[in-house]
């Protein structure tokens, strides 16, 4: 009864173990297994996010409000969020974003946020 439950277990062991070395990709090595499913690793994300922050940077330039604007990338899809003056503002930071190599959608969270001056008015 031992040996059978011990011959099973083995059993079982052999069948997984051949099954995961049959979906793991040749090629991969073990730092590349922290990778998220699309193929990005935080690496990349972080990357992207600075890349894309660099752009708003440039963007500035031209004149758009970009200094209140949150980046987050995750596999190729950048977040933005934050408070902008104007949605013309919104429109460009999108515009910027776009552009960006290795963004391939842009989630815009950002809101419109008109300062008041200290008497209440715009």
């Given at each position: 009864m031992?040996?059978?439950?011990?011959?099973?277990?083995?059993?079982?062991?052999?069948i997984c173990s051949?099954?995961?070395?049959?979906?793991?990709d040749p090629g991969q090595t073990s730092s590349s297994s922290s990778?998220?499913?699309?193929?990005?690793?935080?690496?990349?994300d972080k990357q992207l996010a600075k890349d894309v922050r660099a752009a708003l940077r440039r963007g500035?330039?031209?004149?758009?409000?970009?200094?209140?604007?949150?980046?987050?990338?995750?596999?190729?899809v950048v977040s933005l969020t934050g408070a902008v003056p104007a949605q013309?503002?919104?429109?460009?930071a999108t515009r910027v974003t776009q552009a960006v190599p290795g963004v391939t959608a842009v989630d815009n969270r950002m809101t419109v946020h008109v300062p008041m001056n200290r008497y209440g008015g715009q």
């Open positions: 031992q040996f059978s439950k011990v011959a099973q277990c083995a059993v079982i062991f052999f051949h099954l995961y070395a049959q979906t793991r990778a998220s499913p699309m193929g990005t690793s935080n690496v990349d500035k330039r031209s004149g758009y409000s970009f200094s209140n604007i949150r980046v987050r990338a995750k596999s190729g013309t503002d919104v429109d460009a």
